[in-house]
């Protein structure tokens, strides 16, 4: 079976890292930048409601109260769950490539 190529398939951690830092990183390391989205000056409009992932509920409720319908979201695409060892001294660089 053919991979995407924006699989990231036998690709580990520290290399993703790595990749998505470099100054043209491949189809699977092409992240973008939530500050950018999120921006005035971004591709999205004026952000009035914003919800971290890890309460997708909040959202799921708010858009239901909001368009007075039910949803049933089933979750798709969902990466393997295991070890994602990341280099300390990679993180280390990722982190003051990336504060704010």
């Given amino acids: 079976m053919a991979l995407l190529p924006t699989s990231t398939c036998h690709i580990s951690f520290d290399q993703f890292v ?45 858009l239901e109260n909001r368009l007075e319908l039910e949803l049933d979201l089933p979750w798709l695409n969902q990466a393997a769950i295991g070890p994602a060892p990341l280099d300390p001294d990679l993180e280390a660089q990722y982190r003051q490539i990336h504060a704010g």
């Fill in 18 to 62: 790595r990749e998505a830092m470099s100054d043209d990183p491949p189809p699977f390391a092409q992240v973008g930048c939530q500050t950018r989205f999120l921006s005035p000056g971004g591709s999205g409009g004026p952000i009035t409601h914003l919800f971290q992932y890890e309460q997708m509920d909040l959202a799921c409720k708010f």
